[in-house]
């Protein structure tokens, strides 16, 4: 009985889940969705600004959108090139290994 405790105490037998965090990426537009239409309302009397922070969170938006989808558009790319050109198995393990450079 002695010998058990002891095991648990040094942390032998004792499996550690990592420490999860929230998927930041994946919470973003919950931050500059709102921002959208708060510049349009603060900027009202200043139309150059508003216009130019306007485009550039916008453009913000649409590359973080890229950004998120790019690992699947890849494996689905390679995936239809190496069906349609008949390539095989090297062709694949080339696309993955590319995949898991980006």
Same mark, same amino acid.
């Given at each position: /009985?002695?010998?058990?405790?002891? &095991?648990?105490?040094?942390?032998?037998?004792? *499996?550690?889940? =990592?420490?999860?965090?929230?998927? !930041?990426?994946? %919470? %973003? =537009?919950?931050?500059?969705?709102?921002?959208?239409? #708060?510049?349009?309302?603060? !900027?009202?009397?200043? =139309? *150059?600004?508003? &216009?130019?922070? @306007?485009?550039? *969170?916008?453009?913000?938006? %649409? @590359? +973080?959108? @890229?950004?998120?989808?790019?690992? !699947?558009?890849?494996? +689905? !790319? $390679?995936?239809? $090139?190496? #069906? +349609? +050109? &008949?390539?095989?198995?090297?062709? $694949? /393990? %080339?696309? /993955?290994?590319?995949?898991?450079?980006?």
């Amino acid at each position: /009985m002695a010998s058990s405790q002891s &095991d648990i105490s040094n942390g032998e037998g004792v *499996v550690m889940r =990592p420490k999860r965090s929230p998927p !930041f990426k994946f %919470l %973003l =537009p919950l931050i500059y969705a709102p921002a959208l239409p #708060l510049i349009r309302i603060a !900027f009202r009397r200043n =139309p *150059v600004v508003r &216009d130019r922070l @306007f485009t550039a *969170v916008l453009a913000g938006g %649409l @590359f +973080h959108g @890229f950004y998120l989808i790019r690992n !699947f558009m890849l494996s +689905h !790319f $390679w995936r239809e $090139w190496i #069906l +349609h +050109h &008949d390539a095989g198995e090297e062709l $694949w /393990m %080339l696309g /993955m290994r590319l995949k898991s450079i980006s």
